[in-house]
């Protein structure tokens, strides 16, 4: 009976602690400006606050009872030295506390269950670079580094058990660059700022698009207490490049037959577009390859913009290189492959002129890939009865605007292929008649 008893008056106890410990809490005041907490360090249950100067600093701690000390440690807690404070109920205050030093309150026997405060005055930390420049990066095409010497100061704090940790500053590194807009195809002017946390000096940075000076400011604790610090570099020649490119079909061959969305009929017509952050980019060649052999191209143009024209069939690559004024960088990103389909010629054999609507009325020729063409008919006396130059034409078996007998006539076709060669074709095309036709004499 008097064990259960022993065991709630325990655990009354321990919630009571608790409870004290929940409602005790720091205030940290004065010096300029509001002091940060810079740390919450909760695995050792301190907390660091940084403060701008210790004029009128105080540390107050209020607690559900008025039995409880002050201590100061240096090293580690186990060390702590008494603090003497001022009491008002149940709030004690330490005036003028000693930067670079822990705090913490024993609250009656809850030694156990306290907290710790670490306070460092940020005004005798301050940030200081000197010789801020572009470092070698190793690769300036795909990165920029920071180099100069860092005169900063650390923040350092000791653990309750004694263990050295360093607050850690974070900077802002902005520069001008160039951003791409998808929708307008053109780059646009644009402020770039990276957030960079401990040391910024050897932290690799996007590498800028236009020509920019690098500034450093921060660090961050300094901007919360209106003493932040701003340094640059030279003006950086840009070297790196972005680059994107269009390809779009102006014209091909064209065909009445039906051919595959991928298929690219001969003569195909293609412009061959590139954009790049311009004046840094200022060298684009594009080379066209027959595949196989990417040793010899086939072409050579300089510009962004090149239009070209496969008139015979087979397989092809289009590379781009684009290289900076310096010849530092180049991009070789963009490499197309190019089908162009063969030539397919057929011609039929006879018509029935205004037999069906639209169901083979017309003596025209099936064809894909074709890129110059002629066809003349003749009748049987060899007198020229029409003349069409698009292979998508065709004649109506008409004559002067009237039907011609059935019967056999005569065709000639000339046409130049995907193989560059031009072909000739000749022969009868029968003139079918129907009941509906109404011919004229020849």
Request: charged share 20%; aromatic share 10%.
């Amino acid at each position: 009976m008097q064990e259960g008893k022993r065991r709630k008056t325990a655990c009354t106890l321990a919630l009571w602690l608790l409870a004290m410990a929940a409602c005790a809490q720091y205030e940290v005041s004065g010096g300029k400006g509001e002091p940060l907490l810079a740390a919450d360090n909760t695995s050792h249950r301190i907390r660091v606050y940084l403060v701008n100067g210790v004029e009128g600093l105080t540390l107050r701690y209020t607690s559900a009872t008025s039995s409880h000390r002050w201590f100061r440690y240096k090293t580690r807690a186990s060390e702590a030295e008494p603090v003497a404070s001022t009491r008002q109920g149940n709030t004690s205050t330490v005036d003028r506390p000693e930067e670079g030093c822990g705090y913490f309150v024993q609250d009656g026997d809850n030694y156990a269950m306290s907290h710790f405060i670490w306070i460092i005055d940020y005004s005798k930390h301050p940030v200081q670079f000197r010789n801020l420049h572009v470092a070698d990066s190793g690769d300036p095409c795909v990165a920029l580094r920071l180099g100069g010497e860092d005169e900063t100061a650390p923040l350092p704090y000791r653990t309750p058990g004694g263990t050295e940790t360093f607050i850690h500053r974070q900077y802002e590194a902005s520069y001008m660059t160039q951003l791409w807009n998808s929708d307008s195809r053109t780059f646009r002017p644009a402020m770039r700022i990276d957030t960079l946390e401990g040391n910024p000096l050897g932290q690799s940075l996007a590498p800028p698009l236009e020509d920019t000076e690098i500034q450093l400011s921060g660090d961050f604790f300094a901007r919360h207490f209106g003493t932040e610090k701003m340094f640059a570099t030279n003006t950086c020649q840009a070297v790196a490049l972005e680059v994107h490119a269009d390809t779009i079909l102006l014209s091909d061959g064209g065909s009445n037959m039906d051919v595959g969305d991928s298929e690219m009929l001969a003569p195909a017509n293609l412009r061959f577009t590139a954009y790049a952050n311009t004046p840094v980019a200022s060298l684009f060649i594009w080379q066209i390859y027959k595949s196989g052999d990417t040793e010899q191209p086939l072409v050579r143009f300089t510009g962004a913009e090149v239009e070209y024209t496969f008139d015979q069939s087979g397989d092809y690559i289009v590379r781009l290189e684009v290289s900076d004024r310096t010849g530092t960088c180049t991009n070789t990103e963009h490499t197309y492959n190019i089908a162009v389909t063969e030539t397919v010629m057929l011609i039929p054999n006879a018509f029935t002129p205004e037999g069906s609507p639209g169901v083979n009325d017309e003596f025209k020729v099936v064809y894909k890939s074709v890129s110059r063409f002629k066809a003349a008919i003749f009748n049987r006396w060899g007198a020229e009865l029409y003349r069409w130059t698009d292979p998508a034409g065709g004649w109506d078996g008409k004559y002067r605007g009237k039907l011609v007998p059935a019967g056999p006539y005569f065709y000639v076709i000339e046409y130049t292929g995907t193989d560059g060669k031009t072909h000739k074709k000749s022969g009868d095309i029968n003139v079918i008649r129907t009941t509906k036709s109404k011919t004229s004499k020849e």
